[in-house]
């Protein structure tokens, strides 16, 4: 599809009669429930959407959104931030990761702040670019910092693939892969915030599937609508909510059927399998400890884990984020931006002081972004 027919799609997804439309259906429905529904966006790319295009102000009194975990920058802990941090500062080190990790500060610093004394840190557009940075320094350990949900996780076992296919020996891996369905259902059973339904974040599924969100409807009546990203794909999902509860329905659906299948893309999820393992244990920022939430490389590629190569140098203890940063409530969907003291003051994008202001996904970032704060 040419630029011109993409340029035209997207129109078409953010086209004001459309949206205006959608709106007034979406009122209807409200007003046939005679309650308020709060409904999770669990990824940040929802998130920004929302406040970008203004679709929580279009919203009828009864309806609200809540802000979930969905920025796997934002919920990575600063001891991993920290695992990153003195991965970087060895001097036969080049680290490179995806470009929000860059300004993540841990308890050290960022990895901007490594690279300010002399680290070799570079932020890759493709995992692939790792194997020209491999081959153009091969007395160098390049140690490729893994971050993402499942939308990502593919391309790290791809870039695993060629490291193996092509006998590459100077490329290790540091696996921060992290899984959507456990912080949700950790969320319902917290009960820190109201949650109704979910908008499911559609990148994810593509790959995963819709299936994967199958345990919401069945044991916590909590329906799921899959939804892109434009402003018609969320009021879209929207509408398709209101429904499902006005008909007394409660299911998984999906929106954003242009990409995303109930089964997903078995292809990625078998090459994930094969370097892939879930881990006991992994802990969320502002979340907590969450079994089988995350990834890991399986014992047999331990060869090219860096997490087990420098078992000594990273360190294992939890550090606490700063005392009156609120990004761990935001995350829990109990809380927004506005309501944190920092936020617009101490904490901006320039100098962040939460991973919710650093990330280009997080909730703070959107709210200073797009809310005149400036």
Same mark, same amino acid.
């Given at each position: ?57 279009? @919203? ?28 970087? @500062? ?10 929000? @990790? ?229 995350? @829990? ?42």
């Amino acid at each position: 599809m040419g630029s011109l027919a993409l340029k035209e799609l997207y129109e078409g997804f953010r086209d004001p009669k459309t949206i205006r439309a959608l709106v007034r259906s979406i009122e209807t429905e409200a007003e046939k429930l005679k309650r308020d529904i709060h409904i999770m966006e669990v990824c940040g790319g929802h998130t920004h959407s929302i406040v970008k295009y203004g679709l929580h102000q279009l @919203m009828p009194n009864n309806i609200h959104f809540i802000h979930g975990p969905g920025c796997p920058v934002c919920v990575l802990p600063k001891e991993r931030i920290d695992h990153a941090y003195r991965l970087a @500062m060895q001097s036969d080190v080049i680290l490179v990761t995806l470009g929000d @990790m860059i300004k993540v500060p841990g308890s050290k610093g960022s990895l901007q702040d490594a690279r300010a004394k002399g680290a070799d840190v570079r932020y890759l557009y493709s995992p692939l670019d790792t194997l020209k940075i491999a081959k153009e320094n091969p007395d160098k350990k390049i140690i490729f910092f893994a971050i993402g949900f499942e939308t990502t996780t593919p391309m790290s076992a791809a870039l695993i693939q060629h490291v193996i296919d092509e006998g590459i020996e100077n490329i290790l891996f540091h696996i921060n892969h992290i899984r959507v369905p456990e912080p949700m259902k950790v969320l319902l059973d917290a009960k820190r915030s109201k949650i109704d339904a979910f908008i499911g974040p559609s990148h994810v599924s593509v790959i995963s599937g819709a299936n994967i969100y199958k345990a919401f409807p069945k044991k916590y009546h909590t329906p799921v609508v899959v939804a892109g990203f434009e402003p018609v794909d969320i009021l879209e999902g929207i509408l398709m909510l209101l429904k499902q509860f006005n008909e007394n329905r409660c299911g998984v659906e999906i929106e954003y059927s242009r990409s995303v299948t109930p089964e997903g893309n078995l292809v990625a999820q078998k090459l994930m399998d094969r370097f892939f393992e879930k881990r006991t244990h992994f802990r969320w920022r502002g979340i907590g400890d969450i079994a089988q939430s995350a990834l890991q490389l399986k014992k047999e590629f331990a060869y090219l884990d860096a997490e087990r190569i420098y078992t000594e140098l990273l360190p294992n203890r939890e550090i606490d984020d700063h005392k009156q940063c609120i990004c761990g409530d935001i995350l @829990m969907g109990a809380a927004k931006p506005l309501e944190c003291r920092l936020f617009g003051n101490a904490c901006t994008p320039s100098s962040p002081l939460g991973s919710c202001m650093v990330s280009s996904e997080g909730a703070c970032a959107a709210y200073y972004r797009y809310g005149n704060m400036r």
